[in-house]
């Protein structure tokens, strides 16, 4: 009896720790997670597009595939064609009209910003850029900053670490590729003809369509349990092949679609031009050096110091906000 109990256990064990069963529900461990590197992207968002009927995950499947039918041009996603051979339209919105004495004025942003950015575990260095003006946000063990810079003026907001702002691009959000967002368990679940890994929480369930042999994320979606309602997507299309500088099959573009209230479809853009995260990331790559003259302000429960720099630094980034300060003197 003795014996027959034991191989039960044994039996019983090995069942729950079997590799087939542990890989199923671990996709950190089987989709690569990168921990560095260098991206060159534009970046685009729409306030509002008319058009896109997105309901349920099988309209997340269609989509994708009315994406993917059409042939991919570099120029003709720079110029938004795609959209139109979709049949979505921007929606352009209008102001009220100024009240007397006021002058009101709609500034428009540029349709695309270029942005180059460099991370580690750590750290990361986000330059985006339009016309003129360059915005540097960047995050280290040692302190935020962020760097506006228009023509040869600089205005410097320095301060400590934080946490993470979600308006801020974050590569391993953007492209689904997280320990956190990937870690189990999963269940999978049919939909549109696909098996999907499906990640249950409180409140939400997070859908992700992939293909565990390529090393691929096709689609993510999140749903309220509650209503069934789907509450936002990403695509990721035009999958180039794995290469020496991206161990999985890098997306081209990448459209994320939040839905909100009053039928309103806010959508962020990005289209890929280079991404390297197999080369060493040189310290230059995380450096933010700043000009003399510059406004620098930084905050602290103190008090606002603000000055302008007396001298060039080669990299405020990994210098406390305190030793700035007595770098270039009280005010």
Sequence with gaps: MHARRLFL???????A???ASADELQLS????VPQQGHIELQRAIIADLDGVQLETVPDVVKLRDQVEA???DREAVLKWKFLDQLGFTVVKHEIPPSPPGVKIELIQGPAWTTTVYDYTTDTFVDRTSYDTTLHTY???PVSEVFVLQNGDEQSITHGATLAERP???VPGEVFARTRRSLKGPYAQREAAGQTFHVAESTKYENWLLVDLDRDAILATAMVDRKTNQLLSCSLYLYLQPSSATSRFPMPRLVLHFNLLADDVCYVTMYHLDHADFEATIKPQQLQVPVKQ???YTSKSEGGEFQK???NDIDDILNLFPETVQEMIGKP
Aim: charged share 25%; aromatic share 6%.
């Design 138 to 140: 960047a995050r280290s």
């Design 9 to 15: 256990i044994v039996s019983l064990v090995l069942l």
């Design 167 to 169: 308006d801020r691009f």
């Design 70 to 72: 059409i042939a991919y």
């Design 29 to 32: 461990d089987r989709l690569t």
């Design 17 to 19: 720790s079997d590799p």
């Design 293 to 295: 003259g510059a406004l």
């Design 308 to 310: 302008r720099l007396p």
